[in-house]
């Protein structure tokens, strides 16, 4: 059986030595492939210890240094997208037709990050003051197994840009994606200790770090439970936090909507990742004045889709990641029957009817209501849930009665008007007849869905904090 035995300490692969041994399954059999050998306090204590060494240094390189250092990393990342792609399948169960983008996306964010960091001004003069931005320290990063690598390189990037070293603590269930990774970010030949990484539990070197007094920043993606608990650990040593959490987003049918062109986009936007994706638009708001049409063309696509081998070229919706989230679903695909929603399309159980693995069946429910808790709580899963309006104005007022705001979506044949409903919406990302990712912009939460914004600039001041410096010389020009 494969082991994965090995993080990454000071620039070198380390046996860790925590003992315990955690499965890794393919989700389209559920049989186990693999163990993880889960990294300890003591493996997280050493990574911090190197993170800290290699800060002094690294907070001093120029511009010019870090942009060639993350040149490189980008340069080795691009040599691995094949097999990312590979563990991307293996690994959590992505449609392999539909997934490249996952396994580009690495490069892509490490170039935002170099453009940002080329564009930023890391010194300014204010008035009688000078501002200098200056990099927090040793940064944790903490990331979902949901795109996995992408987190990862996205953070560093960031982190490095900005001048902090890193302790990454990626998720358990993406070890062989992690692998990769941390294979490329050695041959980027990075100095030592500028990353370092240790895949462990949660609860465990996640909660190391979140307390730790020489980790000085904390940028987490994952749950809004999870991140709760952050947040109370960081208090202790007034860490900086970043939280990108999780999220229930309104997509809106406007009553002038061409029916042809949205609905494939409300379908795509529910169903991204294959509903597990803190983006998903699973809460899909439709005119009481077209209720029938927008149902029936709504079923009919979610009808559609196929779910089930990953390995399929005609397959959208590929198996949950794990036996514990394909449980989840089921759950809320009877609660929305017990809450009283009327179910469309899909229902309890596996697609295709198999008995392996952990496919499920789309499933779309109307006459939902905002309380009902298939809407206000995040399933991860395609599980979407139909809900009426009377005008645009409560149209507004149901996407925004929610705990989250992370993203959401317009779509009508009014542009000026579509963009008037957006601009009404709490959330930080509204899209508008589009699914299209800006990467340049600031990507976060409103409300539960987080605190702060990664991405551009955003993303690599939230690893800085100003200094003002005001003296006489200043005072003088
Ligand atoms: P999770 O919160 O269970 O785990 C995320 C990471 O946190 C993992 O590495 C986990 O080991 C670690 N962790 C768990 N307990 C911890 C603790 N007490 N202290 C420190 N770290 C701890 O989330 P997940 O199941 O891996 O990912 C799915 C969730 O992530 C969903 O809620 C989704 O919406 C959210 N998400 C958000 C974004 C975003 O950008 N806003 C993107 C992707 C996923």
Redo the contacts with the bound molecule.
Sequence with gaps: MNVIEQISINGEWVTPQGSELFDLFNPATGAVTGQLRLANEADALRAIVAAKAAFPAWSHTSKEERIAALTRMRTALARYQQPLLEAIVQEYGAPAARSSWMASYPVAVIDEAIKALQQFEFSTTIGQARMEMTPLGVAGL??????DAGFICGKLAAALAAGCTAVI????MSARQTQIVTQALHEAQLPPGVFNIVTG???VV??VL?RHPDVAKISF????T?GK??LRNAAESFKRVTL????KSPTIILDDADLAKAVPLAIQAGLINSGQA?IAGTRILIPVSRKAECEAALALAVAAVKSGDPLDPATEVGPMVSEKQWQRVQSYIRLGQEEGARMLVGGEGRAGGGERGWSVRPTLFTEVNNQMRIARE?I?GPVLCVLTYQDDAEAVAIANDTDYG?SALVLGSDETRAKRVAGQILSGRVLVNTLHHEAAAPFG?FKH??IGREMGRWGLAAFMEPKTIVSQKNAAR
Aim: hydrophobic share 20%; net charge negative; proline share 6%.
């Design positions: 903490i990331t979902p197994w949901n795109s603590k990626p998720s358990e539990r949660g609860e996640g909660e979140s993606t994952g749950s809004t999870t608990a952050i990108e959490l999780g999220g803190c995040e991860f992370l939460g869905s987080g």
